[in-house]
């Protein structure tokens, strides 16, 4: 069992910058991959980007590449998501996810067994 509470959101004005982080409780953190996900009301939930348990691939969204990084620190059980250059349509609930894996770099919704309760993010323009 995992369990992820997501922090850093808030409210920015946009080409504004914030870093998500996502803390997971136990000691097999560096099994999981890691996702950050978005859902705006009225939209489904959507990728944003995933990185693997190492940290050495990571994988985005073509509508945030260029501008997010996502990173992680498994000696710190937290995974990072840095947003910059962000625009209103970024504004969404985003939450994070893990998936027991040593292999594969899910993207969608439907491979992730564990979610965070997730953090508003909210750009003004």
């Known amino acids: 069992q995992v369990q992820l509470v997501e922090s850093g959101g808030g409210l920015v004005q946009a080409g504004g910058s914030l870093r998500l982080s996502c803390t997971a409780s136990g000691r097999t953190f560096k099994s999981y991959a890691m996702g950050w996900f978005r859902q705006a009301p009225g939209n489904e939930r959507e990728f944003v980007a995933a990185i693997s348990w190492s940290g050495g691939s990571t994988y985005y969204a073509n509508s945030v590449k260029g501008r997010f990084t996502i990173s992680r620190d498994n000696a710190k059980n937290t995974v990072y998501l840095q947003m910059n250059s962000l625009q209103p349509e970024d504004t969404a609930v985003y939450y994070c996810?893990?998936?027991?894996?040593?292999?594969?770099?899910?993207?969608?919704?439907?491979?992730?067994?564990?979610w965070g309760q997730g953090t508003q993010v909210t750009v003004s323009s």
């Open positions: 996810a893990a998936e027991a894996t040593l292999t594969r770099l899910p993207a969608r919704v439907s491979e992730y067994d564990y």
